[in-house]
């Protein structure tokens, strides 16, 4: 939205749903655009960040490393398929 500075760098596409993902390239990252981005979109189940940091899901994001970043959507079909408490 017109500012905001809720700010995602790529948004991915998963079996009709959306996902917000924000790239890091430091080991610790400021998620606040993301964490706006999901507020703003409630029917966004979670976002995605990308970074060094080992693999996690906490407060809605998923955070996967940069050499998982090419299996996001297999990652995201598995989670939903599980059941995956957002």
Do not use: C
């Amino acid at each position: 939205k017109r500012g905001s500075s809720a700010e995602v760098d790529y948004l991915v596409e998963v079996d009709n749903k959306y996902f917000p993902v924000l790239i890091k390239s430091g080991k610790h990252g400021w998620l606040k655009g993301l964490k706006i981005f999901l507020e703003e979109n409630p029917s966004i189940p979670f976002g995605i960040r990308i970074s060094l940091d080992p693999p996690s899901f906490k407060d809605k994001i998923l955070t996967l490393p940069l050499y998982a970043a090419g299996q996001i959507r297999r990652i995201v079909r598995q989670m939903l398929a599980e059941g995956v408490r957002l």
